[in-house]
């Protein structure tokens, strides 16, 4: 009688704990499919020579969330909200930018950034 209890007692904890981790994987997947999210995108050029910048440092102010330009000055950031961001652009030997970005949904959220050499 006491192992029949005992069995039935473990068997009760782990549906329970199941059904609050289904319920919990539920939440979460509900979650993220109403989540809505833009990205921008951009390319960085030198502002004398017109030339593409690779490497280049674009945050998004008071975030941790930066990139670098690829080979052909271009960068993308993914998983934004619409709304008003302020990126700061830098790069060795240049000036820094700011410039104020507005994303949208539905939109082409692009930017064209001209750096001054120092």
Not at 25 to 52: I, L, R
Not at 82 to 93: D, H, Q, R, T
């Amino acid at each position: 009688m006491k192992n029949t209890f005992k069995i039935i007692l473990s068997l009760a904890f782990v549906a329970s704990i199941s059904l609050s981790s289904m319920a919990s994987e539920k939440g979460k997947s509900e979650t993220n499919s109403t989540m809505v999210t833009a990205s921008m995108e951009g390319t960085v050029f030198d502002a004398d020579t017109k030339e593409t910048l690779a490497g280049v440092t674009v945050k998004i102010a008071g975030t941790n969330t930066e990139v670098k330009t690829d080979l052909d000055g271009n960068f993308s950031i993914e998983g934004l909200i619409p709304g008003n961001y302020n990126l700061e652009v830098s790069y060795i030997s240049y000036k820094e930018a700011k410039l104020v970005k507005t994303v949208a949904l539905n939109t082409a959220n692009e930017v064209t950034l001209k750096l001054k050499s120092e």
